[in-house]
């Protein structure tokens, strides 16, 4: 008989799924058909074999529905977007932080903190003739 019974906690396997970063699966290190091209010129049977499983892998991911990600056409527009939106998003924050800088001396200038650079301040020394 089995002991350890759980009942309630029931793993589907899809928490542990990470999403692979678009520009690592671009890398040209990682490039399949390089790879396979290379193998191919030492060992052609290894190199049919490999594309066969290739082929097979990701039809079976396909027909299970996961994305598939190996058109580099696509990968390329997706990395440029990535990038476009990573540019947008530091120049928003840079545009927020300067607005509340400017509020900030604004505030100041009301309460009557913000000094005149050069005439109120510390004492300068007088300059020798």
């Known amino acids: 008989m089995v002991e350890n019974i759980s009942y309630g906690n029931i793993d ?5 799924v ?3 970063k678009v ?23 290894k190199a ?20 598939v990600k ?4 696509l990968l390329k527009k997706s990395v440029k977007r990535e990038e476009k939106g990573r540019r947008k998003k530091s120049q928003q924050d840079r545009a927020r932080k300067r607005d509340q800088n400017i509020m900030e001396r604004n505030e100041k200038k009301k ?17 020798r003739k």
């Open 70 to 73: 190996d058109n580099p056409a």
């Open 111 to 127: 309460k009557g903190g913000l000094k005149r650079p050069g005439f109120e301040g510390g004492i300068r020394k007088k300059s």
């Open 18 to 20: 990470k999403k692979k």
């Open 48 to 67: 049919t074999s490999i594309a066969d499983t290739q082929t097979w892998s990701t039809l079976i991911a396909k027909a299970s529905g996961e994305t």
């Open 23 to 45: 520009r690592l699966i671009l890398n040209p290190s990682g490039n399949k058909n390089a790879n396979l091209a290379a193998i191919s010129a030492l060992n052609p049977e």
């Open 12 to 16: 589907f396997g899809k928490a542990d």
